[in-house]
Nanobody, 123 residues
Framework: VQLQASGGGLVQAGGSLRLSCVGS????????MGWFRRAPGKEREFVAA????????LYADVVKGRFTISRNNAKNTVFLQMNNLKPEDAADYYC?????????????????WGQGTLVTVSS
């Protein structure tokens, strides 16, 4: 399985970005899909995750109400809509896949990772 993340860039505080992650190699429609991020000097942290049928989503408290995760199983793609971005949201963002039934916000649940896409937020 390969995951390809895209959509990062430079945005002013208060702005929006939409990240995409496309999977290849096999269908990901049964996998839990998640987004994590790592800011300079910090550890990778959970951002958001979604179950295979979008029946359950989970967000880190610091992004709740501003970020929305969604997926299109027909296109093997997961999205992260990020609104009202803050300078503290700046980081490399990674998408990841975990087996059905995994704990959504646990980094060790995820066995496939994409490369990071850089989000920079200017104040």
């Amino acid at each position: 399985v390969q995951l390809q993340a895209s959509g990062g860039g430079l945005v002013q505080a208060g702005g929006s970005l939409r990240l995409s992650c496309v999977g290849s190699g096999r269908t990901l429609k049964y996998d839990v899909m998640g987004w994590f991020r790592r800011a300079p000097g910090k550890e990778r942290e959970f951002v958001a995750a979604i179950t295979w049928n979008a029946g359950l989503t989970l967000y880190a408290d610091v992004v709740k109400g501003r970020f929305t995760i969604s997926r299109n199983n027909a296109k093997n793609t997961v999205f992260l809509q990020m609104n009202n971005l803050k300078p503290e949201d700046a980081a490399d963002y990674y998408c990841a896949a975990a087996p059905l039934g995994s704990t959504l916000n646990l980094l060790s649940s995820y066995n496939y990772w994409g490369q990071g896409t850089l989000v920079t937020v200017s104040s």
